[in-house]
């Protein structure tokens, strides 16, 4: 049976949104919104090529069952060597202050 994952979605300061899975290790980000905000000129076919540790991850989309690549924050400090350092420590500063607390209620 495939698990079917349930994902929010959080406004990111640079205009874009970005969609997060909470499990049990720990939140998961869409990968193709990741590499809008810190590496754009990267797009969701090249992820695997790129040996970059991502998950695939079932969710409904506008009624659909899809599949979609997610990081966790190790796989997107990885990214250090192909997207501005300074716009990944924004980024992940972003989602430990803003959006990991959120998730972080549910489990006290």
Do not use: C
């Not at 990267?42 to 979609?68: A, C, D, F, G, M």
């Not at 990081?71 to 300074?86: T, V």
């Amino acid at each position: 049976m495939t698990k079917v994952w349930t994902y929010w979605e959080f406004d990111h300061p640079m205009g874009s949104t970005v969609r997060v899975i909470s499990t049990p290790l720990g939140l998961e980000i869409f990968a193709e919104d990741v590499f809008k905000i810190i590496a754009p000129e990267l797009n969701n076919e090249k992820i695997v090529p790129l040996h970059i540790q991502s998950q695939q991850r079932y969710v409904v989309i506008q009624e659909q069952l899809i599949t979609v690549k997610t990081l966790n924050s190790s796989a997107i400090y990885g990214l250090r060597n192909m997207g501005e350092e300074q716009l990944i420590k924004i980024f992940t500063q972003r989602i430990r202050s803003h959006i990991l607390p959120v998730f972080q209620k549910d489990y006290l």
